[in-house]
């Protein structure tokens, strides 16, 4: 079973065996949170490793995507791809622009006017009514009233939502990490709580399409062809064409052309005669 610009679900199974550390203690299993913000630049680094066997193989999709973001950054296509290819283009399926950006913003580097990426967002929320804001002051003004909301980052604005976007999100708007933040995740940037969150954002993007940016495919377009059969509009295109009459086919094959000068005499043969039809 293949998983779309993640490989094969040997890979996602190999990634998931890698970086989820479960200690197993009275029969029941406890996931460790990353400690550390290295522990989620790892987790990259892993998902790269897996994307360059994949460049490298020329999975169709992989090879698709990796064009299209290579066409919008600006990239330039290497003969032969290496690690560093393969960290920018992990990144920016999580929504960041390069494995610089990513390393700055979850190493907790990045100040509250930085951009902070699009990984706290997923196209799955668009159908919900997101409460965007330019500044940060704006957003905690609106959280004071009304019913529980949770503020994200994005880029260089904020994202005001409530619990239905964070199931988006894949979360779990009920545990108690939202209360060690507060529901602010730009408040609570670098401590442990919102590195926890970070961690099971990585984890439920796993075998995923890119959250932040997905390419379009390329728009079909239609050409009649002669090596193809031809379809029933194409029949019936013709049929239209071959019942109008024959000067006003005359005219529109001389479209494009040199019109003759005023003046001058009109060639003969454009005469328009009455159409006759079949009774």
């Known amino acids: 079973m293949t998983s779309p610009l993640f490989g094969n679900s040997g890979s996602v199974g190999r990634l998931i065996g890698v970086v989820m550390n479960t200690v197993f203690s009275s029969g029941a299993a406890t996931l460790e949170f990353p400690s550390r913000c290295d522990e989620l630049l790892r987790e ?4 790269a490793r897996l994307r360059l066997n994949d460049l490298t193989n020329e999975s169709p999709d992989v090879i698709f995507y990796a064009r299209w973001i290579s066409r919008r950054q600006r990239w330039a296509w290497p003969a032969k791809w290496k690690l560093n290819h393969a960290l920018n283009i992990v990144c920016t399926e999580l929504g960041f ?3 610089e950006h990513a390393r700055h913003v979850l190493g907790g ?3 509250p006017t930085d951009d902070m990426g699009g ?7 668009q159908p919900l009514l997101n409460n965007w804001f330019a500044s940060y002051a704006e957003a905690r003004v609106f959280c004071k009233h009304g019913a529980t909301r949770f503020l994200f980052p994005y880029a260089r604005q904020v994202v005001v939502d409530d619990e239905n976007f964070e199931r988006m999100l894949g979360l779990d708007p009920e545990s108690p990490l939202w209360e060690e933040t ?3 995740l730009l408040a609570s940037y670098g401590t442990p709580a919102w590195r926890a969150l970070c961690h099971l954002r990585l984890t439920a993007t796993r075998g995923r399409l890119p959250i932040g940016r997905r390419p379009a495919a390329p728009a079909r377009r239609f050409r009649v062809n002669s090596f193809r059969k031809p ?4 029949k019936s295109l013709r049929n239209v064409q071959r ?5 006003l086919r005359h005219f529109r094959s001389l479209a494009g052309k040199t019109r003759p000068r005023s003046g001058t005499r009109r060639p003969s043969g454009l005469r328009c005669s009455r159409p006759k039809y079949s009774s």
């Open 119 to 125: 990984l706290w967002y997923d196209f799955r929320c």
């Open 243 to 247: 019942r109008q009459p024959r000067c």
């Open 109 to 111: 580097q990045a100040k």
């Open 44 to 47: 990259i680094k892993i998902r």
């Open 97 to 99: 622009q390069d494995w």
């Open 231 to 234: 379809s029933t509009y194409d």
């Open 182 to 184: 507060r529901r602010d």
